[in-house]
Each structure stands twice: as C-alpha cells, then as structure tokens.
C-alpha cells in the first residue's frame, strides 16, 4: 500500500511506546476519510492487523520492526500490538493536498 503523490503529511503523532499508547490503538479503528496513516516503527516490532469490516474477520497481519512502516488506507479498521517491551512507534497522518482537513491542521499550526 503506498500514499499517493499529491498527498502530504499535515499531522504526525507523539511517539508512543507501552507506557502512553492511547488505548483507541489496541483496539479496532479507522481512518478517516480520505487520510492515509502510515505507521513508523522506530523501536522494537508492532503487528498491524487489519479487518474486512467494522467487527470483521481480520484479513491482514503485518509485522513492523524497526525502521519499518506500514500504510493503512482511508476509511480503514485496523488495530496493533505491541510484540516487544521496549516498542516505539509513530503515526503519521496524510491527506489530498488541497483537502480541507490539510488546510485545517496548517492553520492551526499557524495561530
């Protein structure tokens, strides 16, 4: 899965490791539409699940180590786990360029 070219990143999450991961990402949840998260690991190894449909069979499941990322499409239910203690990853959220939800977040990055 890769982010199309004309989109740009426009908000990235605080790292998060087995002490401060907001729970919502243990369980299942979606992107928004028309965002593309891409999940950055930088310590350890995640595994990435993804689902058919809201309380769906799950019809993927990616490792993530280290330097790794993987991609989750808009609109797409998805959760992870973290498989060692000492995990750190990010989330780096990305959106059509001339979306409003780009202009949103670059206009609150300026106030």
Request: glycine share 6%.
């Amino acid at each position: 899965m890769s982010i199309p070219n004309d989109f740009v990143n426009y908000k990235t999450t605080f790292v998060m490791n087995k002490d401060n991961i907001p729970k919502m990402f243990l369980f299942e949840h979606n992107t928004k539409a028309g965002v593309y998260g891409k999940i950055c690991v930088s310590k350890g190894e995640l595994k990435f699940y993804g689902f058919s449909e809201r309380r769906g069979a799950v019809e993927q499941e990616i490792t993530i180590k280290a330097g790794d990322f993987a991609v989750s499409p808009p609109e797409y239910w998805h959760k992870v786990e973290l498989m060692t203690e000492d995990t750190e990853f990010k989330v780096e959220f990305y959106a059509q360029q001339d979306s409003e939800i780009v202009k949103q977040n670059l206009s609150e990055r300026n106030e």
